[in-house]
């Protein structure tokens, strides 16, 4: 089974506008984070947002904020006032801190958003 | 945030040959780091964990020989892809574990295999 689920492929938003790029997750470990990376055209992986299971807020950074309901285990990404520079692949990913994972990250297929004029 | 460096960025080899990509942590300790493969327009899929001063741990189909992790100090693991051929091809990143809120990526290697 997919641990970390993203439905939408691609998106487009316009410019200035709001947009929510989805993830659901799937795990039996109490203890877990989730986190969100933009991956331009360049390749690198670039660190957006981090929020932890047992975190009673949503995470926020900036024009970033994640919505997080524990319950339907989902972990969305919302992206205020949309700017051209958002036009990348968005990954969501997820570490289970069970001792027997290695803290190693599970990636989502990623959803590819196009911000336009 | 914290910076982590993967050289080289690019690389073109021969068939056959083999090719060392490098990951470091420049302004932190990482006892812990991690090497992932990309195929174009896919995700992430983890390769192997790789530990200070111990025997990298691979995922499953990962081959070991094929493959070379060493993670000599706290600050830089290396990726040796040995007798490369074309379907070797791909883009290489690593990621080393900051603490337990971040997880940092190199820049990534394109790895082109002629």
């Known amino acids: 089974a997919q641990k970390i689920t993203q439905t939408q492929p691609g998106m487009f938003v316009q410019e200035k506008e709001a947009v929510t790029l989805d993830c659901t997750y799937d795990?039996?470990?109490?203890?877990?984070?989730l986190f969100w990376y933009k991956q331009p055209s360049s390749g690198e992986m670039i660190f957006l947002i981090y929020?932890?299971?047992?975190?009673?807020q949503n995470a926020t950074e900036g024009r970033y904020s994640l919505n997080f309901q524990k319950a339907r285990k989902s972990a969305n990404l919302v992206i205020s006032a949309s700017q051209l520079g958002d036009s990348a692949m968005y990954f969501c990913?997820?570490?289970?801190?069970?001792?027997?994972?290695?803290?190693?990250?599970?990636f989502g297929t990623g959803t590819r958003l196009q911000v336009t004029l | 945030g914290a910076v982590v460096s993967q050289h080289p960025s690019r690389v073109i080899c021969k068939s056959g040959t083999s090719v060392k990509i490098e990951c470091r942590s420049l302004d932190f300790q990482a006892t812990t780091m991690f090497w992932y493969r990309q195929f174009p327009k896919q995700s992430l899929m983890l390769m192997a964990t790789s530990n200070e001063g111990s025997k990298a741990t691979y995922e499953q189909g990962v081959e070991k020989d094929k493959f070379l992790i060493n993670h000599a100090s706290l600050t830089l693991s290396t990726l040796t892809v040995t007798s490369a051929h074309p379907e070797d091809s791909s883009f290489y990143i690593c990621?080393?574990?900051?603490?337990?809120?971040?997880?940092?990526f190199g820049q990534g290697t394109r790895l082109t295999v002629v």
């Open positions: 795990t039996s470990d109490p203890s877990y984070g």
């Open positions: 990913a997820m570490r289970e801190e069970d001792a027997g994972t290695a803290s190693k990250l599970t």
């Open positions: 929020q932890g299971s047992y975190d009673q």
């Open positions: 990621s080393a574990r900051a603490d337990r809120t971040e997880a940092f």
